[in-house]
Each structure stands twice: as structure tokens, then as C-alpha cells.
């Protein structure tokens, strides 16, 4: 057996050869040798009995995984149209420069590869970049050149952090330069809470009346869907099996939203703990963290954190010294794909295979990981169970609106003075934070990320909360300098880029719905446009198999209804005799070179 | 297992057997719903979405939604059949599809779908993307360009012929079929007689040496159009 061969069965079988752990395998591979390779493919197939294409097809779903050899350090840079926004061009430019290289290639000597990657969760701090798992926040363009010489100079992401972030971003095990921006702190998320606090109330109740607490309290999932948590809870209760999972969706991964990266950097004892009552309530005694792999460099604190509360007993058997109560978690990461933020997706990939959202029915709650009943929650969703037993269902409800109670984080970003994390009370109006964020000039605030809606002056008086504006905390704002249609076709390049690809409607309708936006930005837009993408549209969102392509449209839509005059500025009727969509000197430009001279008829 | 449980397509009674989906109550009821990834050997997937009905006012996919007691599902309406259509279109346009010398013409369920929902041309543009063939294979032709993703062959070779030759690689608008071995079919232990060649809908998975062999007129869907034979099955025709 060749070293390498040896090298990787030793690797399957410190995950017990189990092909649900896949991701784990791969990723350690590819740790090891810098790529899944061919060769890889077939020993992982052999080590945990599958086949080469499965394994294959697992590693060629995620883009931080790959069968090809990378450069020994992948610099990420962030493609969200909030950092371009912040000058990410020059900063993308300055990098090719250095290098010598374009966007997407290596170096040469096989050092450094540059690449674009969506939305890294630092939309307050942009523009920022991933260099391997090292954050790097504010770029310009001459930092751009002083970090390509440190790389040269030391090979070492490491060491391009120079001045720590706040809180635990100054942490011995995280040591990044990531800023919280905590501009606003509520009672329920952001404040401190003694680790077992709420754990103890919890295990004195029992696990029904846990989740009575819960319903009382009405809490709604934090991640945007706002299905009650209670309810989901209770579902999972009653769902036969010996075995149930907690999964904690820490895949942050909608455009503008990091309030979960802020609450995993300060406030991961409070999730834990709402894990860990969550397992008491429902009868799980497993649990896992899906982190997102953009947030790997918060892994090391992540499992310290479970550490410490193993050694307090506030995890393991016998929590808080009542027997027979016993649970843990596991950090499970990801690695770059939007789409595993959908609960199913992140199933998927939790045993091991390509992020594909499943078939509901039956719904996690019923067969979930591994076919057994599932809750999968939200990070912040988890922080308010912890609130909530620690203040009692009472105080929690009286605070937000009537079918929002609580309160939520915003992240914040765009075209404001203070980009950053703000807990409100549910319910405030759109009108209040933009005032507070120092937004102004303001021409379009996008809610909820892409996949939320866009909204202009309009509607600020609205407000955001489930029963009206709906949010999973994503708040980008635009000011009137901005393009929106060039936003809209940006958002939608990103749903390109992450549609799993299962189903018709979002692999082939986004990609439609793109080109004819593309269309439209070049100056080759036809009134009969918006019908056009209305319907495709509409077909996308209506048909598609998960959330992703369900609300990848939203963006088109939200331009068609909300900002009617961006779309129709762009267009214009037909002149003389052809179709705007038809460029007669682009048509034949091949034939005019072939021949050597140009259209007779056409001539320019 | 004798309890049947009813429900209503398009206002028609239908009584189905515990644990049937929508779309095989009504296959069973002589109701047709178009379906491309849908096959009644295979487990329900849920990818070409050209099934997709109403139920109770919400979309889903009939092939993989259990039918229950009191649904009431909305089939031939003008809004679904147009979505479908739409689905049809795209599932054109996404890959290349020369009909006129294809030898799946005339037994293609992609064709004679557009046929029957009187698709002459798609409205959206040709994307004309770069696909594999692969003909490696001594008795078996991949020809990618025909593809349309929906893992018939992929859950035939996996359920059926227990071999696991196919699945796929990529994501998104780069996701395609590929094969359990390093670059070509010949690598794997498919044979012409593998159920998975047989499911495929289209002419993406074709055997040698056997085009053409029916001739014009002759072929599965010359004279009557795909579902008719569903619809046969129903007791009393009323359209």
C-alpha cells in the first residue's frame, strides 16, 4: 500500500470509515494533500464502501472543496455587491496585478490562487476576503499589495493579522483583525447570561412543559421562515424513534446577514444552552452545529467553548447532575454552499452527500439526519430559548408585536454611516433603523437578503416583523447613486452560482432570467421584457423544490413591482425594423470577418 | 391495506391506496399529469417539476406527494399548464436537442410532451452549452447534449440493476451526468441491457447499432400523443 493510500484510509477510519461523514473526510484530505484527487476518490470509495461517483459527486458539489490541486493558499474575495460596492473592483484588480494572475487562476509556482466566493459574512467590514480560513476586512488597494508581499514573504495567512478585532475576536484560539460592530444590544440576544442558568430552570420542568414554555412564549424561527419553534419542537416530540438529532443551522450564508457570526464569536455559551434545552425538550441526545466553512476560524473557539461546559457538566451524561439526562453536540462544517442553509440541504450534507434539499414529505421533524425525527433551528432562534427560560415565557412574549414576540438582529450594511449588528424589538419601523443606522439618501433598502424583498421610500414606513416585512435579519441599503437593475442582476448571478441544480426551474429559470437582465444592462432591453420575466419568474417561484429557487426570483420581482421606472428607463421600443434584443452588426460580425469585408447592406 | 382514501383532481372522485402518491392514484384513476423524471419502477424524485399540480390551493409535485384524505388538487388549469409548458421550454433550451436526426425521435418523452402541449418553438433563447459524449462504451452511447437531469438511470442503475454506474457531478447549471469511473463508460460494468439505459426518457443513454429501427409512423408516439395511454384507462371518458 503507498504512503498516500495508507495516509487516507487512516483518515476514514478516524471517522470510523462512516460514509456519512464525508464531508469530514474530504475536508481532512483535502487538508492533507490540497485536493480530493482522483486517486483520493478511489480509496475514500474503498475505505467506506461506496462508489467513486458518489464520493465524487459529494466533493464536486462545494466550492471549497476540489479534485484539482489549488494554490497552497486560496485568497476568497468576497463578490457580494455590498463589497463591490465598497470598492472591491480596484481591491480585485490590485491582487491580478500583484500576482500576475486573473480572477480564478494560480500562480505559476503553484502558491497563491485567486478567486471570487458569495457573501463571507463580513458585509459591515467589506470589502473583505478569505484567505484560506484567515478574514481579511477593509481592503483597499494598496493592502491588496502589502498582503500579496507578506504571503511571498512568509506563506503564512497568519500573519496578515496585525491589529485583533474586539471581544473574541482578540481570543487566543480565533486571533482575527474581524470586528463585532455591535451598534445595538436588546435584552434577549445580546446580553450576558450565567452558562447553566437557563439550563437548570429547564431540566427542574419537564420536557412537555419545556415546550409549553415555548409555545406560551409563541417564539417563530429566527431564520426568516418564522415557523413556530414550539410547534416544531412538539412535532419531533412525537415522532417515533429512539434516536433524535438537534441540529443548530449555524450556515449563515444569505447576502448581508452576519448577525449569527457575532453571536457565535460572544454569545456561544447562550446557544449551547438553547441547544441543550432544545435536546431535554424534544428527547435528543445528540446535537450538531452545521458551520458554515466560511466561519471555520471560529471552529477552535467553538469547541473550546463545548469543552468547558463538558467539564461544568452542562453537556455530556448526567447534565447538571440529573440522571439520565444526556446530551452533546458536534461541530459539523461546511464548505461553501448557500444552498445548505435550507434545513434539508443541510441534512444532506450533514450525512455526508451533496447538499440536496429533500423530498417533504416527510419533514425533518418525521425522518430527518440519518431517518430520524430532526429539529433543525436557527442560531439566534436557540439564544431566545435560553431568554426565555431563564425570564419566563411572560416577559418574553410583552416584548416586539403581537405576532412577533421578541426581538431580532438586524445586520446591517450598505449605504449607512454605521454598519453593524442591531438588536430591536420586533415590530420597529423600517423608517426607525435607518435613522439609527445613518442611512440617507436612501434609495432602496433590500430585506432579507436577495431572497427577501426590496422595498423603496415607499414602504420605510413598514414594519419588520413577520406579518409584514419579513426578515431573517438582512438589511442592505442603497442610496440613489446606486444601479438597482445592476444589483438585481448581481443578486441573481449569485443564485446561479448556488442553485443545487436538481430541479428545472431554478437550474435553467435563474439562468434565463440572468441573461435577460444582462440583456436589458447592455442597452438591448424590449418592452415585452417585463412580461418575459414575470412569467419566468413566476414559473420559478411556483415550481421550484426548495426555498432557494422558491424565493431566487424575488429580486426580478421585487424591480418589476417596486421600482417599475429602473426596469423601464433601460428599455426602449424598437427602432427601425429589428427587435432591441437584436444587434444586426454583432450578427454579423463573424460572417464580415470570414469575408473580409463588410455587410453591404448593414454597412456601418 | 384494503381502505382507499379519497380525494378530487380536477373535481373527479378518486380513491387511492394508502401510500400511493398523487400521481400514481391518478396513472391508476386514468388520469394523466405530464411527468419526465417520474417512472413507475423507480422511487419518486422530484426534479423535472413538470408534474406539479395544486393541493389545496399550494404547489407541489405529484410524483412525490403522498395522496391524503380530502385534498383537493388542481391538474388542467390554464395556470399549470402554462408552467408546464414554461418547464418544457427550458428543459429545451438547456441542452441540445437536434430532433429531426435524433434516434430517440418519435419514442422521446421530452418531444412528445412538447408535442401534446403544442410546443413548436421555445420562447426562451437556445443556451447551447458544451456537452460530453461519450461512446467509449462497446454497446452503450452517452450523448449529454440530450440530458435533461433527471436520474432515472441514475436510481435505475442504483435501485434496479444494483450497480451504481451513474450519478452527478457538479451543481447548478454545471451539474451533469456522469459515470463511476475515471473518464468513460467503458470503465464501468454497464451493459445495453442495464435497466438504466432503458429508463431514459430521452436519447441521452441509447443502445447501439438499434437506431431507426422503427420506422416513421410506428414509433411509440406517432399516432397517439404520450399519456393516452393513461387515459385510457379511464372508466368514463368525459372530455
Known sequence: MSEFEQTVRQICSAFKNDRTRMMDIVQAVQARFGCVSGEALDVIASAVNTTRVEVQSTVSFYSFLTAQPKGRIVIRLCSDPVDEMAGMEPVARAFEAELGIRMGETTPDGAITLEWTPCIGMSDQAPAALINDVVVTYLSTDKAREIVAELRRSGDPRKLVHRLGDGHNAHPLVRSMVHNNVRRKGPVVLADLPPGAALRKALAMSPVEVIRDIKTARLRGRGGAGFPTGMKWEFTRQAEGDRKFVICNADEGEPGTFKDRVILTEYADLLFEGMAIAGYAIGAREGILYLRGEYAYLRPLLEHVLQVRRDAGLLGRDICGKRGVEFDIRIQLGAGAYVCGEETSLISSCEGLRGDPKNRPPFPAQKGYLGCPTSVNNVETFCCVARILDRGPGWFAEIGSKGSPGTKLFSVSGDCAAPGVYEYPFGVPLADLLRDVGAEDVQAVQVGGPSGQMVGPESFHRRLEYDDLATGGSIVVFNTSRDLVHVVARYLEFFVDESCGYCTPCRVGNVLMLRKIAEILAGRGAPSDVAYLTGLAECVKFTSRCGLGQTSPNPVLSLIRNFPTALEGRIRPPAGEFLPTFDVRRALADTERLVGRPSVIYAP | ?239
Not at chain 2, 372522485?13 to 394523466?32: F, N
Not at chain 2, 411527468?35 to 426534479?47: E, N, Q, S, W
Not at chain 2, 410546443?119 to 467509449?136: C, K, N, Q
Not at chain 2, 463511476?180 to 443513454?205: F, I, Y
Open chain 2, 1 to 239: 391495506m384494503s381502505e382507499t382514501l379519497s380525494f378530487t383532481i380536477d373535481g373527479v372522485a378518486i380513491e387511492a391506496r394508502p401510500g400511493q402518491t398523487i400521481l400514481q392514484a391518478a396513472d391508476d384513476a386514468g388520469i394523466y399529469i405530464p411527468r419526465l423524471c417520474a417512472h413507475k419502477d423507480l422511487v419518486p424524485f422530484g426534479a423535472c417539476r413538470v408534474c406539479t399540480v395544486k393541493v389545496n390551493g399550494r404547489p407541489q409535485a405529484a410524483c412525490t406527494m403522498p395522496a391524503a384524505k380530502g385534498m383537493v388538487v388542481e391538474n388542467n388549469t390554464p395556470e399549470l399548464l402554462e408552467h408546464r409548458r414554461r418547464l418544457i421550454e427550458m428543459l429545451f433550451v438547456e441542452g441540445n436537442h437536434y430532433c429531426m436526426f435524433c434516434e430517440k425521435s418519435g419514442n422521446c418523452e421530452l418531444q412528445a410532451l412538447a408535442y401534446r402541449f403544442g410546443i413548436t418553438a421555445p420562447r426562451f433563447p437556445y443556451l447551447f452549452p458544451d456537452r460530453d459524449v461519450d461512446a467509449s462504451h462497446p454497446d452503450v452511447l452517452i450523448d449529454r447534449n440530450r440530458c435533461i437531469l433527471c436520474a432515472r438511470c441514475v436510481r435505475a442503475s442504483r435501485d434496479l440493476d444494483r450497480k451504481g454506474v451513474f450519478q452527478f457531478v457538479g451543481r447548478g447549471a454545471r451539474k451533469k451526468l456522469w459515470i463511476n469511473a475515471e473518464t468513460e463508460l467503458a470503465g464501468t460494468n454497464a451493459a445495453a441491457e442495464d435497466r438504466a439505459v432503458e429508463v431514459c426518457p430521452v436519447g441521452c443513454l441509447l443502445k447501439k447499432r438499434q437506431g431507426y429501427a422503427t420506422p416513421i409512423g410506428r414509433r411509440l408516439y406517432d399516432r397517439r400523443p404520450i399519456g393516452s395511454d393513461i387515459e385510457s384507462r379511464r372508466p368514463t371518458p368525459t372530455t
